[in-house]
Nanobody, 119 residues
Framework: QVQLVESGGGLVQAGDSLRLSCAAS?????TGWFRQAPGKERDFVAV????????DYADSVKGRFTISRDNAKNTVYLQMNSLKPEDTAVYYC???WGTGRGSSDFDSWGQGTQVTVSS
């Protein structure tokens, strides 16, 4: 398994931006972001493959969030713009071999980073 470390979370106001980072211990084929709000299931946010040629977003974040990667640094980023209170959650990055939207597509997970958006 690959070790993943997320960073960049914090407390912001609605309309602000944040950039999350996911640093991996080695190259990953596909890296995804998921989020989990209190009392809710973990939901897919975005995924990117090794080349960046395959990217997918959840409908709830499309047009506001951008996933990208720097393979030289083994790091994947999630740029989050126009944040809304409903984006409040713990954000997890995950590594796997597919670019699907299910948690089962990923076999390594980070510890998560809290994002809180106040209204």
């Amino acid at each position: 398994q690959v070790q993943l470390v997320e960073s960049g979370g914090g407390l912001v106001q609605a309309g602000d931006s944040l950039r999350l980072s996911c640093a991996a211990s080695r190259r990953t084929f596909a890296t995804g972001w998921f989020r989990q709000a209190p009392g809710k299931e973990r939901d897919f946010v975005a995924v990117i493959n090794w080349t960046g040629g395959r990217i997918d977003y959840a409908d709830s974040v499309k047009g506001r969030f951008t996933i990208s990667r720097d393979n030289a640094k083994n790091t994947v980023y999630l740029q989050m713009n126009s944040l809304k209170p409903e984006d409040t959650a713990v954000y997890y990055c995950a590594a796997g071999w597919g670019t699907g939207r299910g948690s089962s597509d990923f076999d390594s997970w980070g510890q998560g980073t809290q994002v809180t958006v106040s209204s």
